[in-house]
């Protein structure tokens, strides 16, 4: 049972995370089952390696919450990764480049991208190895400081990310600069109150950044395409219509996520 329930969460992070994607790129590329399914496998399928890992129950409110973040923010992860050091693509569709790109010129060989990639994903694994031996080191209970600044981790990874890809194109935005690492350090905050493995409370904290910058980027301003889309010609307007009821599956997946939120913390013990 607790396996079938991780593998739930798995599928409602990935049907969250493919439909704020499809949501803005549809009506530039059309819709793509595959393309729309490929984030729901994976998401379920690293959802149920993470309950294991982390012996998560999603029975429980809290592992529930902890499981959905985490599994957002790794599935987000494997799939830039992917596109931006593996996969082929014509990129001249864009506006900004989806593949690593240099002062916004992408980078034609796939050798250095790979060789950029294993640099990258060693970079992320040692940050990672880094936060583990801080949950180890530093005796209970953490200083909620070290809370914040240490669970904001992958807030700045984005935002370092995102400025080398976005600001050769669009210009350098001090406040879409600092957003995310401030909005992960907040969810890192309040996760650990659900959790006491900072590994996973930075994981979740990235994941439910994400998911609340892209639900605002996508949902709030509809009309604005995505930045890598930016001036570029709708192709599928009938995308637009067709992608309405998607809204009521993704509202409802927020709606079940925040109720076990609130019945998590419900449950949190009160201070001694």
Same mark, same amino acid.
């Given at each position: 049972?607790?396996?079938?329930?991780?593998?739930?969460?798995?599928?409602?992070?990935?049907?969250?995370?493919?439909? $704020?994607?499809?949501?803005?790129?549809?009506?530039?590329?059309?819709?793509?089952? +595959?393309?729309?399914?490929?984030?729901?496998?994976?998401?379920?399928?690293?959802?149920?390696? &993470?309950?294991?890992? +982390?012996?998560?129950?999603? %029975?429980?409110?809290?592992?529930?919450?902890?499981?959905?973040?985490?599994?957002?923010?790794?599935?987000?992860?494997?799939?830039?990764?992917?596109?931006?050091?593996?996969?082929?693509?014509?990129?001249?569709?864009?506006?900004?480049?989806?593949? &690593?790109?240099?002062?916004?010129?992408?980078?034609?060989?796939?050798?250095?991208?790979?060789?950029?990639?294993?640099?990258?994903?060693?970079?992320?694994?040692?940050?990672?190895?880094?936060?583990? +031996?801080?949950?180890?080191?530093?005796?209970?209970?953490?200083?909620? $400081?070290?809370?914040?600044?240490?669970?904001?981790?992958?807030? +700045?990874?984005?935002?370092?990310?995102?400025? $080398?890809?976005?600001?050769?194109?669009?210009?350098?935005?001090?406040?879409?600069?600092?957003?995310?690492?401030?909005?992960?350090? &907040?969810?890192?905050?309040?996760?650990?109150?659900?959790? *006491?493995?900072?590994?996973?409370?930075?994981?979740?904290?990235?994941?439910?950044?994400?998911?609340?910058?892209?639900?605002?980027?996508?949902?709030?301003?509809?009309?604005?395409? %995505?930045?890598?889309?930016?001036?570029?010609?709708?192709?599928?307007? *009938?995308? &637009?219509? %067709? %992608?309405?009821?998607?809204?009521?599956?993704?509202?409802?997946?927020?709606?079940?996520?925040?109720v076990a939120l609130v019945i998590a913390l419900k449950r949190v013990p009160a201070p001694a």
């Amino acid at each position: 049972m607790r396996l079938l329930l991780a593998a739930a969460v798995g599928v409602m992070a990935g049907v969250h995370t493919a439909t $704020w994607g499809m949501y803005k790129d549809a009506p530039h590329e059309g819709f793509s089952r +595959w393309k729309y399914a490929r984030s729901i496998v994976l998401a379920t399928v690293i959802a149920v390696i &993470l309950s294991v890992g +982390w012996d998560l129950d999603p %029975r429980r409110a809290a592992d529930l919450v902890v499981l959905f973040g985490a599994t957002y923010a790794v599935e987000r992860a494997l799939a830039e990764i992917y596109k931006t050091f593996i996969r082929d693509e014509d990129q001249s569709k864009y506006f900004i480049p989806m593949q &690593l790109a240099v002062f916004g010129k992408p980078v034609q060989s796939r050798g250095a991208r790979l060789l950029a990639g294993a640099g990258y994903v060693l970079g992320v694994l040692a940050l990672i190895v880094m936060v583990g +031996w801080i949950d180890r080191t530093v005796p209970d209970p953490m200083p909620l $400081w070290l809370v914040v600044l240490v669970g904001g981790l992958g807030g +700045w990874i984005s935002a370092f990310g995102g400025a $080398w890809k976005d600001a050769p194109k669009e210009g350098f935005h001090i406040f879409k600069f600092f957003r995310s690492p401030i909005i992960a350090s &907040l969810f890192a905050l309040g996760l650990s109150y659900l959790s *006491d493995d900072l590994v996973l409370v930075t994981l979740a904290a990235l994941g439910f950044c994400v998911a609340t910058t892209e639900t605002y980027k996508t949902f709030f301003f509809p009309s604005v395409p %995505r930045g890598k889309f930016a001036g570029m010609p709708v192709h599928f307007p *009938d995308m &637009l219509r %067709r %992608r309405q009821p998607f809204i009521f599956l993704y509202a409802g997946i927020w709606l079940v996520v925040l109720v076990a939120l609130v019945i998590a913390l419900k449950r949190v013990p009160a201070p001694a």
